[in-house]
């Protein structure tokens, strides 16, 4: 099991940039793809972006392509979300994920494929 740690969520007015952390600790970070999903209120918890276990592929959801970037850096076990010109659409509490299997070849998209998260942090854009 790894424990996850968000870090970087806060209010921003539209067309600002936030970038979000997540520390992780526990098993061997380097293994496993990581991702970023989001929930906003009233809603199911949706894909974001994730990122291979070497970060040689990344993968995002449509909406956020070309603003948002994830990143890693294993040597600090830490995986970033950078989120430039956000909308308010964009609000909603982010949470980091593990991926449950080790070394696979790309990343994952669904819930189901990541078996540890983070307790999420806050980004609110006002208009």
């Known amino acids: 099991q790894v424990q996850l740690v968000e870090s970087g969520g806060g209010l921003v007015q539209a067309g600002g940039s936030l970038r979000l952390s997540c520390a992780a600790s526990?098993?061997?970070?380097?293994?496993?793809?990581m991702g970023w999903f989001r929930q906003a209120p009233g809603k199911e918890r949706r894909f974001v972006a994730s990122?291979?276990?070497?970060?040689?592929?990344?993968s995002y959801v449509e909406t956020v392509k070309g603003r948002f970037t994830i990143s890693r850096d294993n040597a600090k076990n830490t995986v970033y979300l950078q989120m430039n010109s956000l909308k308010p659409e964009d609000t909603a509490v982010y949470y980091c994920?593990?991926?449950?299997?080790?070394?696979?070849?790309?990343?994952?998209?669904?819930?189901?494929?990541?078996?540890?998260w983070g307790q999420g942090t806050q980004v609110t854009v006002s208009p």
């Open positions: 990122i291979t276990w070497n970060g040689g592929s990344t």
């Open positions: 526990g098993r061997t970070f380097s293994n496993y793809a």
């Open positions: 994920a593990a991926q449950r299997r080790a070394l696979t070849a790309v990343a994952g998209h669904s819930i189901s494929d990541f078996s540890s």
